[in-house]
């Protein structure tokens, strides 16, 4: 099956900037592969371009909806940019293994990736914090209901835009390396060396009454296995 029927069975054509050329039996179209990836994602880099040229600059992002969601300083340059509409390109990889193949050509990586092309929505100030409470959420799970919430001047300091899914793509690579057959009895270790973001223990910074730790805490000491 092409990337062209992949794309209609999954009910979305993919655009000429997402269309997924290079190896294209990767390339994904349909939204519940996307949105994995982006809801596994706490950071994406937003590229885009100004006078001074082309950058590329790490954020905190989330998903809500069809939307991917970013915020920052009213005097970001990026988010004063994208704010006026400026088209963006934004990418968010998961890195899953080094994939060791036996000849030095074929070695590659195991990723889940996803991009995004398109023009930030300014998020209005009365969803605005409603917003920024899902962004709590996404890092921790009622999070927002316990802590201060922005206050006015707080609010009116902080932009927050969104970016419509509309025109996105993911590419994923599983599985082993994939050796000529020529290679296949040379005595090398072929395999994959799998990589995962893994969780490390709490650190409170002890200043009471913040010792008692909440249950999304505990159940990350509890993924760390602490």
Known sequence: MSDIDTASVNGKAPSPRTRVRRIAERGHYDRDKLYAILDAAYLCHVAFADEHGVHCIPTACWREGDHLYIHGSNGSRMLRLAAEGAQVCVTITHLDGLVLARSAFHHSMNYRSAMIYGAFEVVAADRKA?????????????????????????????????????????????????????????????????????????????????????????????????
């Open 130 to 226: 409603a917003a920024l409470d899902a962004f709590l959420d996404h890092i921790a799970r009622g999070r927002a209901h316990e802590v201060r919430a922005g206050d006015r001047n707080e609010l009116a300091a902080t932009t927050v835009l969104r970016l419509p899914l509309d025109e996105a793509a993911a590419k994923i690579r599983t599985g082993g390396p994939k050796d000529d057959e020529a290679d296949l009895g040379r005595a090398v270790w072929a395999g994959v060396l799998p990589l995962a973001l893994t969780p490390l223990a709490p650190e409170p910074d002890g200043t009471p009454p913040g010792d008692a730790a909440p249950d999304y805490v505990t159940a990350w000491a509890r993924r760390a296995g602490r």
